[in-house]
């Protein structure tokens, strides 16, 4: 409970330091923000098909953006050398830099459920779309945590940029711009590899009512892929600490 404490006490650290980075704002808000509406503009398309796309896309951009440049910034400003001193375990420091990112995530998140009910969609599952909206930001969090693990730099743009690498790839296989049952064979098992696919499912179900994957396959599926980036993530972080001092 005291590591776990700690871990809260860095992640209001990275709170009031993260949040308004430049390269956080681009990320977590304006490509998310122009993607959707480049998909959008021009296309007759009903407002209650859109929003859960929508909802993946910015649950993923959002809780991925702060990660990626936690690591370099601190190496950068000889700050994770005082962290890495004090009585905090591996763990404890990365638990807050995936809480940091979770919470601005959900913070995001929420904008695209309000915009939704404005406009006259219902969410017809509201717990399963509280359930999979948290669920999801931290696997997304702890998957930008993951990035932020090699290669070693101490350039936040070199963390970021394969960030980017990685994550627009995802966007487009993972259900968010066409339903898994559009795709074609190879699409669905490219899909289903995606942490997304399942989180904009979850989405799908909450607001439409029906998603391709049964609804037990996506809790667990994003259950499974919180454990293995958050292990993957302290794991390699604790090999590549060394190259950042």
């Known amino acids: 409970m005291n ?8 992640a209001e650290k990275n709170i009031r330091i993260y949040y308004y980075k430049g390269p956080v704002i681009i990320f977590g808000v304006l490509i998310p923000l122009f993607l959707f509406l480049s998909f959008y503009i021009g296309r007759n398309i ?11 896309m910015t649950t993923f ?4 953006s702060v990660g990626p440049a936690i690591v370099p910034w601190e190496a950068r400003a000889k700050t994770l050398e005082r962290l890495i001193s004090s009585p905090v375990s591996i763990w404890t420091i990365f638990l807050g830099d995936v809480i940091s990112s979770f919470l601005f995530g959900i913070l995001v998140s929420t904008i695209p459920v309000f915009v939704g009910l404005l406009l006259g969609v ?51 296989v993972s259900g968010v711009f066409i339903p898994i049952k559009n ?43 919180n454990v293995l980036f958050f292990v993957a993530a302290v794991k390699i972080h604790e090999r590549t600490l060394p190259q950042r001092l």
Do not use: H, W
């Not at 590591?3 to 860095?10: C, D, E, H, T």
């Not at 951009?61 to 991925?64: E, I, L």
């Not at 932020?148 to 994550?167: E, T």
């Not at 396959?217 to 994003?222: E, K, R």
């Open 3 to 10: 590591q776990f404490k700690r871990s809260l006490a860095i």
């Open 122 to 172: 219902k969410v017809l599952n509201p717990f399963t779309l509280i359930f999979g909206v948290v669920l999801a930001a931290f696997c997304f969090a702890s998957f930008s945590v993951l990035l932020s693990s090699y290669p070693p730099s101490n350039v936040p743009a070199s963390s970021m940029m394969l960030s980017s690498l990685v994550k627009f790839p995802l966007i487009f």
């Open 46 to 56: 009903p407002i209650k098909a859109l929003i859960p796309g929508l909802l993946g």
């Open 61 to 64: 951009f959002t809780s991925t």
């Open 183 to 225: 795709l074609p064979l190879i699409g669905k098992i490219v899909s289903s590899v995606s942490p997304l696919t399942y989180f904009t499912e979850l989405a799908r179900y909450s607001l439409q009512g029906s998603c391709f994957f049964p609804v037990e396959i996506d809790f667990l599926a994003l259950m499974f892929f």
